[in-house]
């Protein structure tokens, strides 16, 4: 009896540790893959390409590579979406190249939309600077997780998911942004779905619309997003 229970638990063990063994391709690419020195400030002059940005010489490094500026004015919300993100990802803020992080600033005009998005590279974090924000991302099952932030509120979105933000208070919102990526990369869906040239025929079969319809979609959401 004892030496079965034994044996059961070294299978239990075993399986324990094949499972894990699984796992372990998955937890090494839930980020930015890790660095190989301290830091690795951009050289932006560098025209090699490579998985990151390549670094300057670190003896030209000083403690200006690691500040930015680039958040400290508000976007320009004065579009149609009424919205603006400003990002401190690497091409902007090369001290942060090869740290697996990055920064954006979300400002918003009243009822202000930043448009269904994902990013590919990053799970993104919000805190609510300013304002009343409706926020939600879908799920993979299309499920919808959606509630409205106050100021000084916190809202996670999981990695690679579609969300978005809305202001819903009388006045202009602001949210700081902060993102495993140090280039999380953003898709809108509308812009690539009806603004890519994707093809009418795809669009037409795969939202059960005409021509007509389709292209009155592709004339709004080229509209909507264009910046001035
Ligand atoms: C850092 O180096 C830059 C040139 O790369 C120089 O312009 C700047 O003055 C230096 N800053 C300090 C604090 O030494
Ligand atoms: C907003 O942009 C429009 C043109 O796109 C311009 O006519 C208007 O003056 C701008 N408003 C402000 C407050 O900048």
Known sequence: MAGSFSAHVRRVTVALFVLQLALLPMMAIASDADPEQDFCVADPNNPTIVNGLVCKNPALVNGTDFKSTVLATPGNTNNSLGSMVTAAAAGKFPGINTLGISMARLDFAKGGLVP?????????????????????????????????????????????????????CDGTATAIAALNSQNPGTQIQAVALFNSGIGEVVLEKAFGLGEKAVQKIEYAVEAANKKP
Do not use: M, W, Y
């Not at 304002?131 to 919808?144: N, P």
């Open 116 to 168: 269904p998005h994902t990013h590919p590279r990053a799970t993104e974090i919000i805190f609510v600077v300013e304002g009343s924000l409706f926020v939600g991302f879908v799920s993979t099952d299309g499920t919808l997780f959606a509630t409205t932030l106050q100021k000084g509120d916190v809202f996670v979105f999981p990695r690679g998911l579609l969300h978005f933000e809305l202001n819903v």
